[in-house]
């Protein structure tokens, strides 16, 4: 007995990921626009979280564009536990 995910629910919980992230990010730089911390600091921070951000979707979208999203990923095979069926000693 074996158990397969399509490599595709990886891509959906990586979507996932990235709309809790949003949903934060954008939570944040409304912060900082509504209490008015308009200084250097929160500017420099803002710039290299946004910087970071859109250097990592970039490298992520230019790896992922070659993936085969239709393989499937092995999670639990019994035979893992039970050994090879026949024995060479």
């Known amino acids: 007995m074996s158990i ?5 629910i ?3 919980l990586y979507f996932i990921f990235l709309a809790v992230f949003l949903s934060f990010s954008l939570i944040n730089f409304y912060h900082v626009i509504i209490t008015a911390s308009f200084t250097l600091v929160s500017f420099t921070m803002s710039f290299f979280i ?3 951000t859109i250097l990592t979707l970039y490298l992520t979208a230019s790896l992922l564009t070659s993936v085969d999203w ?3 990923v092995l999670v639990f095979d019994s035979s893992w ?6 024995s060479s000693f």
């Open 4 to 8: 397969a995910i399509p490599l595709y």
């Open 10 to 12: 990886l891509l959906f």
């Open 50 to 52: 946004l910087a970071i």
């Open 70 to 72: 239709q393989m499937t």
């Open 81 to 86: 536990f039970t050994g090879p069926s026949s």
